[in-house]
């Protein structure tokens, strides 16, 4: 996710938010089992912190604070909040 933020940093807000959010969906999908969930949520929180750093450099000055960045961007931009999408524990197919 580093790598991607750092080489787009040129794209429009509106179009990094969204290739975002799609990118976090299927990391959802994929790694949202049961027994994962703090693994996406620490995901989707280094996601945040990596985007914050990366788009306060797009210019010499500091462009967003936290507050900005996370009260104000982020809920303007909502990117999808972690999800489980399949239960290891229980299957739908043996009842």
Not at 26 to 53: C, R
Not at 75 to 87: A, C, R
């Given at each position: 996710?580093?790598?991607?933020?750092?080489?787009?940093?040129?794209?429009?807000?509106?179009?990094?938010?969204?290739?975002?959010?799609?990118?976090?969906?299927?990391?959802?999908?994929?790694?949202?089992?049961?027994?994962?969930?703090?693994?996406?949520?620490?995901?989707?929180?280094?996601?945040e912190w990596l985007l914050y750093k990366?788009?306060?450099r797009r210019s010499q000055k500091k462009?967003?604070?936290?507050?900005?960045?996370?009260?104000?961007?982020?809920?303007?931009?909502?990117?999808?909040?972690?999800?489980?999408?399949?239960?290891?524990?229980?299957?739908?197919?043996?009842?």
């Amino acid at each position: 996710m580093k790598e991607w933020i750092k080489t787009h940093l040129t794209m429009p807000l509106k179009e990094i938010f969204k290739t975002l959010s799609a990118k976090l969906r299927g990391h959802y999908q994929y790694y949202g089992v049961t027994d994962n969930t703090e693994a996406i949520k620490s995901f989707y929180t280094q996601t945040e912190w990596l985007l914050y750093k990366w788009l306060n450099r797009r210019s010499q000055k500091k462009s967003y604070s936290k507050t900005a960045f996370f009260e104000g961007l982020l809920n303007t931009f909502k990117l999808p909040e972690p999800k489980i999408y399949v239960s290891l524990f229980y299957r739908q197919d043996l009842i």
